[in-house]
């Protein structure tokens, strides 16, 4: 079974920047969209960022001009650069890809996304 791989998670103050990277093996999931979830304790999990195959992103509002989601192609890896990160931004953060079927642009939704990681933490404090 392929493998989604995230890091870069960690604590960090209000208002500081982390960059999180999320590794699949080869050209796995290199056709279909990608996206970056969040997940607190008790609560469902929240679409974050997602980016299309051509590159076109969207964005959950509460992290418009903080956080760009952004791949790397030859790496087949995808980031998520976070700044003024606040402590509302404190999750496990989990990357995630579409599938076979998958939408012409990318969502948000949790239920479009067919393959997860195991998630990394962000704590603010």
């Known amino acids: 079974d392929v493998q989604l791989v995230e890091s870069g998670g960690g604590s960090v103050q209000a208002g500081g920047s982390l960059t999180l990277s999320c590794a699949a093996p080869?050209?796995?999931?290199?056709?279909?969209?990608r996206a970056w979830f969040r997940q607190v304790p008790g609560k469902k999990r929240e679409g974050v960022a997602c980016?299309?195959?051509?590159?076109?992103?969207n964005y959950v509002d509460s992290v418009k001009g903080r956080f760009t989601i952004s791949k790397d192609t030859s790496k087949n890896t995808l980031y998520l650069q976070m700044n003024s990160l606040t402590p509302e931004d404190t999750a496990m953060y989990y990357c995630?890809?579409?599938?076979?079927?998958?939408?012409?642009?990318?969502?948000?939704?949790?239920?479009?996304?067919?393959?997860w990681g195991q998630g990394t933490q962000v704590t603010v404090s």
């Open positions: 995630a890809a579409e599938g076979p079927g998958g939408n012409s642009r990318c969502t948000l939704s949790v239920h479009e996304h067919n393959y």
């Open positions: 080869g050209s796995a999931f290199s056709s279909f969209c």
């Open positions: 980016i299309d195959s051509d590159g076109t992103p």
